[in-house]
Each structure stands twice: as C-alpha cells, then as structure tokens.
C-alpha cells in the first residue's frame, strides 16, 4: 500500500507564508508526478501546482510568482512554498501522486493517490 503524509498547513495573515510537506511512504518502484491540490469550501477541487519527476513545474495562474513547487526524490517528499499568502488562498490542500508499482505478476503499472489534506487559513 501507499500512502501520504501531509504537514504544514495552518492560520496564517494574509502576506504571509506557510510550507506544506507531503512524504510518500509504502511499497512502490519509483514516484512519477507529484502535485498539490486545493478545494474552497462549496468549490470544486484544482490544481494548485504539479511537478514531474525530471522537475518540470506548472502552476495555476493564481498563485504564480507567489507558491514553489519542489521534491526531493531521495525523501520522497514534495514541499509547496506559500508567499505572499491572501485570503483567497485559503482551503484544503491536498497532496497527489502518481507511483509505479509492481503486481503480484511481476507487471507494472502506475497508481494515484491522495493525501488526508491540510487546512490553509489565511486571514485578512
């Protein structure tokens, strides 16, 4: 089994910053992309920023210039940087992946997973 493990979110003024870690833990071959996700409250879920294995990064228009997307493979942990936090920003944020994995088989094949989320509050 995978699963991930989210920490960093919190209460935060607005202008400030939080860092969000997502730690990949459990039996799988090697992690593909990893991304953040964000859903307001009665919003649908979107994509915050995603970033490939090789590091290669997309973000939202919103939150350009402002959030950091990066990974370190050895960790298996991805970390998202917020600045310049508003009050818009706040959500949960959840943490995906992409894994591959390995069946009993011996075949592999590649799997998502989600993280529990983490509360981001920004005050005005």
């Known amino acids: 089994q995978v699963q991930l493990v989210e920490s960093g979110g919190g209460l935060v003024q607005a202008g400030g910053s939080l860092r969000l870690s997502c730690g990949v833990i459990?039996?799988?071959?090697?992690?593909?992309?990893m991304g953040w996700y964000r859903q307001a409250a009665g919003m649908q879920r979107e994509l915050v920023a995603k970033?490939?294995?090789?590091?290669?990064?997309n973000y939202a228009d919103s939150v350009k210039g402002r959030f950091t997307i990066s990974r370190d493979n050895a960790k298996n942990t991805a970390y998202l940087q917020m600045n310049s936090l508003k009050p818009e920003d706040t959500a949960v944020y959840y943490c995906n992946c992409n894994v591959e994995r390995r069946n009993v088989f011996g075949s592999h094949y590649s799997a998502d997973y989600w993280g529990q989320g983490t509360q981001v509050t920004v005050s005005s």
């Open positions: 970033i490939t294995s090789g590091g290669s990064t």
């Open positions: 459990g039996s799988f071959l090697s992690i593909n992309h």
